[in-house]
């Protein structure tokens, strides 16, 4: 079965500082790889979302990027945080043409 | 643009009850309308997908309904109990392996 995997689980960084969230799948082969981000009170935002290697398609210009390196491997990355990205940052996998979207345990990020 | 909407607010039940929990959309013509649920903490969890072209869905104690006339569909919880209590997630998707856009949520408390 598939399995999906993010670390680290809560991450408490200083403005200014960078960022790199990892995202590995288990189980299954070239799956399209998503990353969300949830603030608090609020919906589930589309950052990135990526349909095979070094293919990265961005939804929202911000200073967070994203990559993959790897057919089940998907990075969050930011050069330098600001206050506004605390969150919650989920990854997410999808590999049906119905586009179930299949939740990793997500990342707590709290900038300071 | 593409737009979802759920009760924000939060919808209190009695145990033994049917939860009736609502997601209206605009601008959209999905093929595939699905519900997640969403514990506190956690990544969201998919419990049902329900196509264009399919008016009802059932799985155990849930139901979902897609009337793509009035862009709306309706998701039941009956004899609800405790442990439904979470925080439920209506999506969309056209399929194709593309984005899924998320609605808000709707929390659920069911009461002893």
């Known amino acids: 079965s598939q399995t999906i995997h993010q670390w680290p689980a809560t991450l408490v960084q200083p403005v200014g500082s960078p960022l790199s969230l990892e995202c590995t799948v288990e189980?299954?082969?070239?799956?399209?790889l998503y990353w969300y981000r949830q603030a608090a009170g609020r919906g589930l935002q589309l950052l990135f979302y990526?349909?095979?290697?070094?293919?990265i398609s961005s939804e929202v210009p911000q200073n967070l990027s994203a990559s993959r390196p790897q057919d089940r491997q998907f990075i969050l990355s930011s050069k330098k945080l600001l206050l506004s990205d605390s969150g919650f940052y989920l990854c997410?996998?999808?590999?049906?043409?119905?586009?179930?979207?299949?939740f990793g345990p997500g990342t707590r990020l709290t900038v300071l | 643009s593409q737009k979802i909407e759920q009760n924000s607010e939060a919808l209190n039940i009695q145990e033994g009850k049917t939860a009736t929990l609502t997601c209206n959309y605009t601008n959209y013509s999905p093929a595939y309308l699905q519900w997640y649920r969403q514990d506190p903490g956690r990544g969201p969890v998919f419990l049902l997908l329900i196509r264009e072209n399919e008016k009802e869905k059932r799985k155990e104690r849930l139901k979902v309904t897609f009337d793509t006339t009035l862009k709306q569909s309706l998701f039941h919880i009956t004899a609800s109990q405790p442990a439904d209590s979470a925080t439920y997630l209506c999506?969309?998707?056209?399929?194709?392996?593309?984005?899924?856009?998320f609605g808000i949520g709707t929390k659920l408390q069911v009461i002893p």
């Open positions: 189980g299954t082969s070239n799956p399209n």
């Open positions: 997410a996998w999808g590999g049906e043409a119905t586009d179930t979207q299949y």
């Open positions: 990526s349909v095979g290697i070094g293919q």
């Open positions: 999506a969309l998707s056209s399929g194709g392996y593309q984005k899924v856009t």
